[in-house]
């Protein structure tokens, strides 16, 4: 079964998301309609190619185009970086030598895609991008809405721009490969989705949670689909991030990202935002916004999923340093997504910062509670 989704932006912008099992077998047949080229270059990771490129590569070949080349990286979030798109760039001049139109298939996880996307925004003004998430984070998050970009100088996602793909497609069975704790990382964004936008999505989480990491197909495909329709409608509403609505996205990502830069890494993505959920429900709570019950609902549902409730090996003030240097602080005042109820945000600037660190204080822990 195949699930369409439009991200409808308008201004000829509109792309479709397919998802399903088995879909890239169908490749060709989606992605010629759109013509966006007649020659290929796929942008991957080592990993990832070792896994699925040949594969990828011996569906695209029964489409004739006239070549395809690869980029691939080395993988891991240290090689989003200026050095592989530099890489990337001398591969794609060398090849625009030839008079071929190229487009650019993105073949990885959130690194491939970010990276690769920005290689597209950049490359000839603008070249035509095809989005193959492989990661559970790739699919609910970063593989859809166009913010696309690199690292620079230590410092996550700092360099980028919107370039929207002209497809995505997801085939699930990509996942059956990836770690465990990819996927419980990933499960944090689609928390936050549920959370905000879906106690639906939400409470079906919590029921299909053992499900999910024994690849149950079907519950993936809705977990997905779900996450899909709720991010692309947010997208649809707030492309560029201006209007303070695609804002909502970045609940638990206030404090999340000072966590996980504070830990050097150590922490997944997916395992800071459980906390940072976790420390902007307790803010929300102690300012009287949300209700007790509500913040343990969801704090239940992060511990079902194995997502940490605290952290360990972080202090406060380094904490706190990498919070004031949140890019979405644009007035200098600090700014947090908070929720009134299970799909009632609210946002909230210059919360004091003596409540922030009491907050966080209580979420780090001595001992070592996850691993
Ligand atoms: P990732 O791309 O590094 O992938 C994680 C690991 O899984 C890598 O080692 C990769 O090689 C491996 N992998 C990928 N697919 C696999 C598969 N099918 N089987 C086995 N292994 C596989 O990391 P990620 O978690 O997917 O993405 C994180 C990145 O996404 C960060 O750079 C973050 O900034 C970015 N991001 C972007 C957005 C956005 O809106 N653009 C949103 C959220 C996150
Ligand atoms: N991942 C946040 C956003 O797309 O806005």
Same mark, same amino acid.
């Given at each position: 079964?195949?699930?369409?989704?439009?991200?409808?932006?308008?201004?000829?912008?509109?792309?479709?998301?397919?998802?399903?099992?088995?879909?890239?077998?169908?490749?060709?047949?989606?992605?010629?309609?759109?013509?966006?080229?007649?020659?290929?270059?796929?942008?991957?990771?080592?990993?990832?190619?070792?896994?699925?490129?040949?594969?990828?590569?011996?569906?695209?070949?029964?489409?004739?185009?006239?070549?395809?080349?690869?980029?691939?990286?080395?993988?891991?979030?240290?090689?989003?970086?200026?050095?592989?798109?530099?890489?990337?760039?001398?591969?794609?001049?060398?090849?625009?030598?030839?008079?071929?139109?190229?487009?650019?298939?993105?073949?990885?996880?959130?690194?491939?895609?970010?990276?690769?996307?920005?290689?597209?925004?950049?490359?000839?003004?603008?070249?035509?991008?095809?989005?193959?998430?492989?990661?559970?984070?790739?699919?609910?998050?970063?593989?859809?809405?166009?913010?696309?970009?690199?690292?620079?100088?230590?410092?996550?996602?700092?360099?980028?721009?919107?370039?929207?793909?002209?497809?995505?497609?997801?085939?699930?069975?990509?996942?059956?490969?990836?770690?465990?704790?990819?996927?419980?990382?990933?499960?944090?964004?689609?928390?936050?989705?549920?959370?905000?936008?879906?106690?639906?999505?939400?409470?079906?989480?919590?029921?299909?949670?053992?499900?999910?990491?024994?690849? %149950?197909?079907?519950?993936?495909?809705?977990?997905?689909?779900?996450?899909?329709?709720?991010?692309?409608?947010?997208?649809?509403? %707030?492309?560029?991030?201006?209007?303070?609505?695609?804002?909502?996205?970045?609940?638990?990502?206030?404090?999340?990202?000072?966590?996980?830069?504070?830990?050097?890494?150590?922490?997944?993505?997916?395992?800071?935002?459980?906390?940072?959920?976790?420390?902007?429900? %307790?803010?929300?709570?102690?300012?009287?916004?949300?209700?007790?019950?509500?913040?343990?609902?969801?704090?239940?549902?992060?511990?079902?999923?194995?997502?940490?409730?605290?952290?360990?090996?972080?202090?406060?003030?380094?904490?706190?340093?990498?919070?004031?240097? %949140?890019?979405?602080?644009?007035?200098?005042?600090?700014?947090?997504?908070?929720?009134?109820?299970?799909?009632?945000?609210?946002?909230?600037?210059?919360?004091?910062?003596?409540?922030?660190?009491?907050?966080?204080?209580?979420?780090?822990?001595?001992?070592?509670?996850?691993?």
């Amino acid at each position: 079964m195949v699930e369409k989704i439009k991200v409808k932006l308008g201004q000829g912008k509109d792309y479709d998301i397919s998802v399903g099992s088995g879909i890239i077998k169908d490749i060709n047949i989606i992605i010629q309609p759109l013509k966006l080229g007649d020659s290929i270059f796929i942008i991957t990771d080592s990993k990832v190619a070792k896994l699925y490129l040949d594969k990828l590569v011996s569906i695209l070949k029964k489409g004739n185009y006239k070549e395809i080349r690869t980029g691939i990286i080395p993988d891991g979030e240290k090689y989003k970086n200026f050095d592989s798109y530099k890489n990337l760039l001398g591969k794609l001049v060398e090849y625009n030598k030839k008079p071929n139109k190229i487009f650019i298939i993105n073949l990885g996880g959130g690194v491939i895609g970010d990276l690769g996307g920005f290689v597209a925004h950049t490359f000839k003004r603008g070249t035509k991008y095809v989005q193959i998430p492989t990661t559970l984070l790739a699919f609910v998050d970063s593989g859809i809405g166009g913010k696309v970009g690199i690292d620079f100088n230590d410092t996550k996602n700092i360099v980028g721009g919107f370039c929207q793909p002209a497809v995505v497609i997801g085939d699930i069975d990509f996942l059956e490969t990836l770690d465990k704790k990819e996927i419980q990382s990933a499960l944090a964004e689609v928390v936050k989705y549920g959370v905000i936008h879906s106690e639906k999505l939400l409470n079906f989480l919590g029921e299909n949670i053992e499900k999910v990491f024994n690849f %149950d197909k079907d519950v993936l495909l809705k977990i997905v689909t779900e996450s899909y329709k709720i991010k692309a409608d947010i997208v649809r509403q %707030d492309e560029f991030d201006t209007k303070g609505i695609r804002v909502s996205l970045n609940y638990g990502h206030t404090i999340g990202h000072a966590i996980e830069a504070a830990s050097k890494y150590r922490y997944k993505h997916g395992q800071a935002v459980a906390v940072g959920i976790l420390c902007a429900n %307790d803010i929300a709570v102690k300012l009287g916004l949300l209700k007790k019950e509500v913040a343990d609902k969801i704090e239940n549902i992060i511990l079902k999923i194995g997502l940490p409730d605290k952290i360990t090996g972080c202090n406060i003030n380094n904490i706190m340093k990498h919070f004031w240097s %949140d890019k979405k602080f644009i007035t200098g005042k600090n700014r947090f997504v908070f929720i009134k109820d299970i799909g009632r945000v609210i946002i909230k600037e210059d919360i004091d910062e003596k409540l922030i660190r009491e907050i966080i204080r209580k979420r780090i822990s001595k001992n070592n509670l996850y691993k």
